[in-house]
């Protein structure tokens, strides 16, 4: 076994803020520690929201910090063809269907069932997909797609479980309610997630799984936002024969309200305390790793 592998991977859809130091300080930690290497990955699948500009900021900033990391980069936008190859997979053991509706379609479907009680909800909070495309003839789903139809493909999840029993991940770190050890996975709970859809032949979730595989990853250090995304994570790792890495979820850095960071929160973008006249040595207090 070679020396434990780290990776960082921010999207490039906004400048780094304060949680992003954290979770990037973090991984070059651990990767110092255990004379392991960190591996940088650009997760810029979603064209519509990623700008080239905010990737070579995510340089500039790392660096600023005091970050190395190994290069060349993983940029997914470059290997699609890898995640359309583990799809192919998925779809060639019956477990991946086109899905039509849009999601004002999918909110009316939820809101028409909601008669017997509140509809089951995803961790993230969002209704679960109703299912309704999984009925479809394949008459049906042939003619829909040759009239140009927008759709998602999503995995059958109660067919994906049944591949996958007992499921469970290593947790170093410590999931909401302070969950750690062996933590039980429950896919289920995030119902028919989607894979990809008809213009981008994959998700967040699909290629995350592919990547962590193909890089080699044997530790994920990553914020506790992404706990219950590992559920979905591990099923796909072993549906698509894929090794299982560790987790480590940290805790999220919080505004003076109590709310996780996001992309848009000037004050606490590392750029703008730069500007201000914090150091990397100041950021490094700010998260409580001084
Ligand atoms: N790209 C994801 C994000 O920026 C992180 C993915 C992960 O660490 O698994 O939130």
Not at 65 to 79: A, F, M
Not at 128 to 157: F, H, T, V
Request: aromatic share 6%.
């Amino acid at each position: 076994m070679g020396p434990p592998v780290f990776r960082f991977a921010p999207s490039p859809n906004g400048h780094l803020h304060l949680g992003h130091a954290y979770s990037a300080l973090l991984n070059f930690q651990r990767a110092r520690e255990t004379g392991g290497r960190l591996l940088l990955r650009i997760e810029d699948i979603d064209a519509t929201r990623c700008r080239p500009e905010f990737e070579a900021a995510i340089y500039e900033d790392l660096a600023w910090l005091g970050i190395e990391w190994e290069t060349p980069v993983r940029r997914q936008s470059e290997h699609l063809a890898d995640y359309r190859a583990a799809l192919d997979k998925l779809s060639a053991l019956g477990l991946v269907y086109p899905a039509f509706e849009s999601r004002a379609e999918i909110a009316r479907l939820v809101a028409a069932r909601q008669g017997d009680g509140p509809w089951p909800r995803d961790p993230d909070g969002a209704p679960l997909y109703p299912g309704d495309a999984k009925s479809l003839s394949a008459s049906e789903r042939d003619r829909l797609i040759a009239s140009g139809a927008p759709y998602a493909l999503r995995l059958d999840m109660a067919a994906a479980c049944r591949r996958a029993d007992g499921l469970a991940w290593n947790e170093l770190g410590e999931g909401p309610g302070g969950a750690c050890g062996v933590v039980p996975a429950r896919p289920e709970a995030w119902g028919d997630v989607i894979l990809a859809r008809k213009e981008t032949p994959t998700s967040y979730h699909l290629s995350v799984v592919v990547d962590d595989a193909l890089q080699g990853v044997s530790e994920i250090v990553r914020g506790q936002d992404l706990f219950h995304a590992t559920s979905v994570h591990r099923l796909l790792q072993v549906l698509l024969g894929l090794p299982e890495p560790a987790y480590r979820h940290h805790r999220l850095i919080c505004d003076g309200e109590g709310r996780k960071l996001s992309k848009s929160s000037g004050s606490t973008g590392l750029r703008a305390l730069r500007a201000a006249g914090t150091t990397p040595a100041g950021i490094r207090q700010q998260v409580g790793l001084g």
